[in-house]
């Protein structure tokens, strides 16, 4: 059974940073792409970082050079670094598990941390 598990949620003001962390199980971790995803209030869901198994990664042009991603295949997680918070990026942030580079959403979803930003 997968299972996919976030923290480190929560309230930041404007400007300040976050780390999200995802452990898994039930899968072969170091050979599974790796996924941030969020979705906001009224919104769809939407990709926010990805790195694939040999360590490449893609960012949303709306979080890139303020988000990073990064896996530790030793300890079966992967983060997600979030500097200069901004309020739209008020959302609930989802660890995702399966994708690759061409489709990163793989089928595999943790159960969601919130995260709220104020200005």
């Known amino acids: 059974q997968v299972q996919l598990v976030e923290s480190g949620g929560g309230l930041v003001q404007a400007g300040g940073s976050l780390r999200l962390s995802c452990a898994g199980s039930?899968?072969?971790?170091?050979?599974?792409?790796m996924g941030w995803y969020r979705q906001a209030p009224g919104k769809q869901r939407e990709l926010v970082a990805f790195?694939?198994?040999?360590?490449?990664?893609l960012y949303a042009d709306s979080v890139k050079d303020r988000f990073t991603i990064f896996r530790n295949n030793a300890q079966k997680t992967v983060s997600l670094r979030m500097n200069s918070l901004k309020p739209e990026d008020t959302a609930i942030y989802y660890c995702?598990?399966?994708?690759?580079?061409?489709?990163?959403?793989?089928?595999?979803w943790g159960q969601g941390t919130p995260v709220t930003v104020y200005s």
């Open positions: 790195i694939s198994v040999g360590g490449f990664t």
């Open positions: 039930g899968i072969i971790f170091s050979s599974t792409g």
């Open positions: 995702n598990a399966g994708g690759t580079l061409r489709t990163p959403a793989g089928q595999y």
